[in-house]
């Protein structure tokens, strides 16, 4: 009998220990820049740092936001410009420090400190106030009704931890900055940080006080992360079962990928969209007709079936499909028409075409650089003469931000969801805070009037008439010819439940195993 | 002796100077320091004060003497990207660069001068022809090939090898060593051969044919003769004097391991110099990029001084200096 007893529990034990640890090996094709939460904002960044750090809410799984660290949020009723946030009680750090409202008020001053990356998406907040022990108040300069949406990458540090390590303000990356919280880590997160080594090995263990315990499956119990840059060889990683989970697998293998047993391929719409953006201030393509003729010359759905290999949502508009404002109507692509291009053309005086540059990146989006070369294909047969400049995105990006190129590919995502993101960086007129990444010379100022208006309208039917409104002048202008979305695809074991992110972010305590 | 050590020493030095100098035109005009520090919002008032606190004003020979002046203190600034001392962040990836190239000349020693030897010996046999038609692979498939070719070999199909990463490394506080633990020599394998194929085919082939050449001489035809055996004719007679040119080229040949170990180490996320240098090259993190260019630099001219004065000890005429004049 107790022999019996013994076999039994030692088989239990077996089971549970099993059932227990559960490690998840992770790779993707790039690391984490800093550990410090707020001194980057850039994906893989991000990524890591959800692990650890929490924000007063987060997007899920599938992008829609949850509370996280605060549990009710609203506009005040008598005064819209101050967001109440009730907070989560009974969380603690990794260190086992309390957590309340004087550290989100510290964190997001510290977020919005000299050096931080991630001020400008604080620039409306005003002040943050704390309430009680588990209430904040954040005023914002005029009515912000988007505030939530800014705050899904605005990671909560504790203050205390803070002091007594001397990193009161993010570290400056661009100057070489370093701090104690760039390899160190204090977070409410449902991981915290074992080891790190920058570029090779980042592990990772759950938090036993996690108070997300209940509420998220929470079957990972390690994390070990490894950044593999070759993607011939991260995909070799996961085939031959040294990694469990990796992101950006590469187009050409996800066949390889979907077809090895043991393994399988989870795919879902990238909330980034790729275009082409057109000077419309000098040369040939400041014509209407032209930009007309080279919009409707793109074959996007022969790029989706020869260079995406399926892997692309065609589109008609700059804006991935989550994003406030999307209609089916903006996503219909224009059908590809040669001859009536060619008419185009002819009526613009470009009958004999033009030659122009393409300055494109070679290491940013996917296949970025064959997209580009088919478009050129395209062009030259309605006689345009496109020069392909394919560049590193280090020198890419200060071409096609710069307004040196009258023709360049642009990759362009949507952190807060909401057109209002798009329009500030890309139509508004190229100023000293807004239209940084609009080199292509469009400017109307009563497009920039209604974009400035929707930052304080409260009035979400009135807003979004204003959106569709500006919508309806950027696709009457073209200074962008859309392509299509990005698809993500995530390549794992077959035991493992996980859903693609429509942000590329994973979030390991939603992680479950078959 | 001392003169002829004393000239390689100049030689070496001037060879360094010059290097640091496109270092140093790389690191001043490239990427213009003050741009990457300041951010496009700075004043020019901000950025007058940060070109004289960096002493960008200065004569250029002048900042050129104090960027020499402070890669002699390992003084590079810091990374941009990394947010570390530059010195500090080599000083940590070094190790697996050094252990992987190492690993790598032996590997390559070894197997070339063995299979160098026996193809030499045993001319016209069906093991001969075989290693000298596969020898050919190793010279011209790329690096990268060959890397992702075992990849799918020894990890994909057979499951024996890792395929990314250096395995477990125990950390000696001032080196971190793969030797040490199983998995950290696993990993050790597939990039060594990677990076050592080319190597080993060269030093074979050169292996072969300076035994040939030496096989026809007559000192060897009258060991022969005296009935030596042919051990000993092989290994005491012949072996000696090959080994001049076979050094030479395994001595300069590890410079290009350590300069080259770029692509073999990115097609293996092997966390070296080489793929610090090619996120630096990504991230147009100059002080690191600079900071390499001087250091691969400084292993050539090491190991071309280290060769020829490793000349010296084994060819007793130039220890003479008998050939001073040739030199």
Not at chain 1, 10 to 35: N, P, Y
Not at chain 1, 129 to 157: C, K, Q, S
Not at chain 1, 377 to 399: C, E, R, S, W, Y
Request: hydrophobic fraction near 45%; aromatic fraction near 10%.
């Amino acid at each position: 009998m107790l022999k019996h007893l013994l076999v039994s529990a030692a088989i239990l034990s077996v089971s549970l220990t099993s059932a227990s640890a559960e490690t998840i090996r992770w790779a993707r094709a790039g690391d984490s820049i800093t550990m410090d939460p707020h001194a980057q904002n850039e994906g893989p960044t991000h990524t890591l740092s959800h692990q650890i750090y929490d924000s007063l809410l987060q997007r899920d799984m599938a992008g829609s936001i949850i509370p996280s660290l605060a549990t009710e949020w609203t506009a005040l009723p008598n005064n819209p410009s101050v967001w109440r946030f009730k907070l989560r009680q009974g969380v603690t750090f990794h260190d086992g420090a309390k957590f309340d409202s004087e550290d989100v008020v510290f964190s997001l001053n510290r977020a919005k400190a000299d050096g931080s990356e991630m001020k400008e998406l604080l620039s409306s907040v005003k002040e943050v106030r704390a309430v009680d022990a588990y209430t904040v108040d954040i005023e914002t300069n005029g009515a912000n009704p988007l505030l939530v949406n800014n705050l899904t990458n605005m990671f909560i540090m504790d203050k205390g931890w803070s002091e007594s390590n001397n990193v009161m303000t993010p570290h400056d990356v661009a100057k070489g900055e370093t701090n104690f919280a760039t390899m160190n880590t204090n977070g409410t997160g449902a991981f915290m940080l074992v080891s790190r080594a920058v570029d090779e090995k980042t592990i990772l263990k759950a938090n036993p006080n996690y108070w997300g315990k209940d509420i998220y499956p929470n079957q990972v119990t390690e994390i070990i992360y490894t950044p593999i840059q070759s993607s011939a060889t991260r995909v070799a990683a996961l085939l031959s079962g040294e990694v469990d989970l990796i992101q950006d697998v590469p187009v050409q293998d996800l066949g390889r990928v979907e077809s090895s047993s043991g393994l399988k391929l989870a795919t879902a719409a990238q909330n980034r969209v790729i275009f082409l953006g057109v000077d419309t201030a000098n040369g040939p393509t400041a014509d209407l007709r032209v930009r007309q003729a080279m919009n409707i010359a793109i074959n996007r759905d022969s790029i989706k079936k020869v260079v995406m290999r399926g892997q692309s949502d065609p589109t008609g508009v700059i804006m991935p499909p989550f994003v406030n404002g999307w209609t089916e109507d903006l996503n219909k692509y224009p059908k590809y028409d040669v001859k009536m291009a060619k008419d185009l053309m002819a009526q613009a005086g470009y009958s004999n075409g033009f030659d122009i540059v393409l300055n494109c990146p070679n290491d940013r989006y996917v296949n970025d650089e064959a997209i580009c070369q088919a478009v050129v294909g395209m062009m030259a047969q309605i006689g345009i003469n496109v020069t392909l400049d394919a560049k590193p995105k280090a020198q890419h990006f200060p071409i096609a931000k710069g307004g040196e190129s009258d023709f360049y590919m642009l990759g362009w995502g949507v952190p807060t969801f909401d057109s209002h993101y798009i329009f500030n960086f890309l139509v508004h007129t190229q100023t000293e805070n807004r239209g940084s990444w609009n080199p292509t010379g469009y400017s109307n100022a009563d497009v920039d009037a209604m974009i400035v208006s929707l930052e304080s309208e409260t009035d979400l039917a009135k807003r979004d008439a204003t959106i569709a409104k500006i919508w309806a002048e950027v696709q009457k202008a073209q200074m962008y010819l859309p392509i299509h979305n990005q698809v993500l695809n995530w390549g794992m074991r077959d035991n493992i439940e996980f859903d693609v992110q429509p942000e590329d972010q994973p979030h390991f305590q939603f992680l479950k195993f078959k | 002796m001392l003169i002829i050590i004393l000239r390689r020493l100049l030689q070496a030095v001037m060879v360094l100077l010059f290097v640091a100098l496109i270092s140093f035109l790389i690191f001043r005009f490239v990427g213009n320091p003050v741009e990457s520090l300041l951010g496009q919002e700075a004043t020019v008032a901000q950025r007058a004060a940060l070109e004289d606190a960096l002493g960008l004003n200065d004569p250029i020979y002048e900042q050129y003497a104090n960027f020499v002046w402070r890669a002699l203190q390992f003084d590079f600034g810091n990374s941009y990207r990394g947010a570390l001392p530059v010195a500090e962040l080599i000083a940590l990836r070094l190790p697996a660069t050094l252990e992987l190239a190492i690993t790598s000349a032996i590997f390559a020693v070894i197997f070339g001068v063995i299979t160098g030897i026996y193809t030499a010996i045993n001319r016209g046999s069906m093991m001969t022809n075989f290693i000298l038609s596969t020898s050919l692979v190793g010279v011209s498939l790329p690096t990268f090939l060959i890397g992702v070719l075992l990849i799918w070999l020894f990890s994909v199909e057979l499951n024996w090898l890792p395929s990314f990463g250096r395995g477990e490394v125990v950390d000696l506080g001032w080196w971190t060593t793969g030797y040490l633990t199983v998995s950290g020599l696993k990993s050790l394998i597939l990039p060594s051969i990677t990076l050592g194929l080319y190597q080993m085919t060269l030093i074979m082939r050169l292996t072969r044919a300076e035994m040939l050449e030496v096989l026809r001489q007559d000192y060897i035809r009258l060991a022969v003769a005296l009935g030596q055996s042919k051990r000993q004719v092989y290994f005491f007679h012949a072996l000696p004097n090959i080994l001049i040119p076979v050094i030479t080229i395994t001595g300069l040949q590890l410079g290009s391991v350590i300069a080259f170990a770029i692509i073999t180490e990115t097609v293996f996320q092997w966390p070296g110099v080489g793929l610090l240098f090619i996120n630096a090259v990504y991230f147009v993190d100059i002080p690191v990029m600079s900071a390499y260019l001087l250091l691969v630099g400084f292993a050539f001219v090491v190991i071309n001084l280290v060769v020829d004065l490793l000349y010296l000890l084994i060819d007793p005429r130039l220890r003479d200096g008998q050939l001073r004049k040739e030199v």
